[in-house]
């Protein structure tokens, strides 16, 4: 076993139940004030924070200091996201480097170059996850996200998506978006539930064929989105035993699988995903790892907040909804990425094996 794995169980079994539930989340921390970051960690110990719009500093020192400031375990310290895809979706504006508008018509060999400049502009500024390697893929020029998939063709997003990863590794860890395919379920995911009727033949030879790559090529986290695959599920990927099983199954995926931003599924419309927490429940029920919540700072705002999060999923759990082995196991994962992290050095060479135990 590795020592990511061996340093991982000895921590895991250092652990309270609380502690094991608040690693499972990915948060949001508003402002650009490293103390503001620091309390927050200290009191609620997340699995990671996301970097949003408003936590953007003038200066890449002012955004180092904010994951310096959330960095209170060394050993392990929480994963700092953030959204740079580059073009339409920068949350840096440095970033100028070529994004998905230009190279999905560009050889694969550009995507690659530009992701690693990406990378090194995201490592620079202290960020360990990037989610931005978007390997849906649509020819649909009126598709909500073809202006950000890297092909209009399984096959030439595949290719750049493979790209894109070999140029964020030894930078930063990867992310795929939006399992299992947002190319192929009309509508916008942040304001409804998108949805599509084809099977799981025509979707394991088509949309399911960037993520194979992208896997291959050592992604080492997969978002998985809130899209309505009918003829699989009624229910959204995110909230769909049979969509991680396929992830987990069919396209062999044993590192950390993240949900899109849970209060997507509040503000999709829909009555049955109003609850923020009984869709954590659901979602880990499922098979997530890691539940991302990008809160606005009230609770009023979000309809929950941490503690009420980590409260009503240890209730779950003493309810039976869910067991301390599921939180366990999606717990160990996110520590073993979190401390591959932590003692890697500035090139980070051996980030595609961090959970191939």
Not at 231 to 247: C, T
Request: charged fraction near 20%; aromatic fraction near 6%; hydrophobic fraction near 45%.
């Amino acid at each position: 076993m590795s020592t990511s794995y061996d340093a991982s169980v000895r921590r895991l079994a250092r652990m309270n139940r609380t502690q094991k539930i608040s690693s499972l989340l990915m948060l949001h921390v508003p402002g650009t004030t490293a103390s503001d970051f620091r309390a927050f960690v200290s009191a609620h110990e997340p699995g990671g924070l996301i970097l949003m719009p408003d936590n953007i500093a003038p200066t890449l020192s002012g955004i180092v200091a904010l994951g310096a400031g959330a960095t209170i375990d060394t050993e392990f310290p929480p994963l700092i996201a953030i959204d740079q895809e580059g073009g339409l979706v920068r949350r840096i504006a440095d970033d100028d480097f070529a994004s998905s508008v230009t190279l999905k018509h560009r050889p694969a060999a550009e995507t690659q170059e530009a992701f690693a400049e990406r990378a090194r502009l995201l490592a620079a500024a202290g960020v360990t996850l990037n989610f931005g390697v978007v390997a849906d893929v649509t020819a649909d020029p009126d598709s909500f996200i073809y202006g950000r998939a890297l092909g209009e063709t399984p096959a030439a997003a595949a290719e750049r998506v493979a790209a894109a990863v070999s140029g964020e590794t030894g930078r930063v860890l990867s992310t795929l978006k939006h399992f299992p395919g947002h190319g192929r379920a009309p509508g916008d995911s942040h304001t409804s539930i998108p949805e599509t009727s084809i099977d799981i033949e025509t979707w394991t030879t088509t949309d399911a064929i960037p993520f194979a790559a992208g896997i291959a090529a050592g992604a080492q986290v997969v978002m998985i989105g809130h899209l309505k695959y009918s003829r699989v599920d009624d229910s959204p990927a995110s909230l769909s035993n049979a969509w991680y099983r396929i992830l987990r199954e069919q396209l062999d995926f044993d590192g950390v699988i993240v949900t899109d931003d849970m209060l997507m599924l509040r503000d999709s419309g829909h009555p049955e995903y109003h609850d923020a927490s009984a869709n954590a429940v659901r979602a880990l029920a499922a098979g997530a790892t890691l539940l991302l919540y990008v809160l606005r700072g009230s609770a009023d705002v979000d309809g929950t907040d941490a503690e009420t999060l980590i409260r009503d999923i240890a209730a779950a759990v003493d309810a039976g909804q869910l067991t301390d082995e599921v939180i366990d196991r999606a717990a160990l994962r996110v520590l073993q990425l979190r401390y591959r992290r932590s003692v890697a050095d500035d090139l980070f060479p051996d980030a595609p094996q961090v959970l191939h135990q």
